[in-house]
């Protein structure tokens, strides 16, 4: 069964910075295309970054652009999104999500919270 | 960028019921569109992909129908268990969803 469990998320400043992780099992991390996917409180979805299975492809949506960046430790079936210079629109609940073949995620997280606020 | 509208934004409706929601793209996106459910408090779920593909375990009362700009999911007989927000997403352009429906109890 495909698990993913992220972690990382907290209360953090504007301007500041969060490391996400999230840890994969259940099936070959190093064969599928990885992304993370956020939500605001209250509002829809809308996706952050995706990263190649060798890690050697990444895209980020506009919003993210400059401040975000997505790894991967296929050694340790682990997903990360370092996030630098966080801003208020930043807070939202941050999902891992596996892509299916197209783009579309067959499979998710539980989510972590990120809640940028002084 | 691909813009992605569903309507409507929200519907009641009771048991039993056949429910179609609508989702249109700014342009064509070929059949590259999937369908999630989310409950409060949980992670979304994959409904259909490709547009009419039933995802893993999905019950067979949803569909999903139409390629390039207009597509819709429908549930043939609504389940208590099917009341929830439903997403659709395009993955032609990069990835992008629409704002969702609020399916609630009539």
């Known amino acids: 069964e495909v698990h993913l469990v992220e972690s990382g998320g907290g209360l953090v400043q504007p301007g500041g910075s969060l490391r996400l992780s999230c840890a994969a099992s259940g099936f070959t991390f190093s064969s599928h295309w990885m992304s993370w996917v956020r939500q605001a409180p209250g509002k829809g979805l809308e996706w952050v970054a995706n990263i190649k299975e060798d890690g050697t492809d990444k895209y980020f949506a506009d919003s993210v652009t400059g401040r975000f960046t997505i790894s991967r430790d296929n050694a340790k079936n682990s997903l990360y999104l370092q996030m630098d210079n966080l801003r208020a629109e930043d807070t939202a609940m941050y999902y891992c999500?596996?892509?299916?073949?197209?783009?579309?995620?067959?499979?998710w997280g539980q989510g972590t919270l990120v809640t940028v606020s002084s | 960028d691909v813009q992605m509208t569903q309507s409507p934004s929200a519907l009641s409706a009771s048991v039993g019921d056949r429910v179609t929601i609508t989702c249109r793209a700014s342009q064509s996106i070929d059949s590259e569109l999937a369908w999630y459910q989310q409950k409060p408090g949980k992670a979304p779920k994959l409904l259909i992909y490709k547009a009419s593909n039933l995802g893993s375990g999905v019950p067979s009362r949803f569909s999903g129908s139409g390629s390039g700009t207009e597509f819709t999911l429908t549930i043939s007989s609504l389940q208590p268990d099917d009341f929830a927000t439903y997403y659709c997403q395009q993955y032609r352009t990069y990835k992008m969803f629409a704002q969702g429906t609020k399916v609630d109890i009539k």
């Open positions: 999500a596996r892509d299916c073949t197209g783009g579309c995620f067959d499979n």
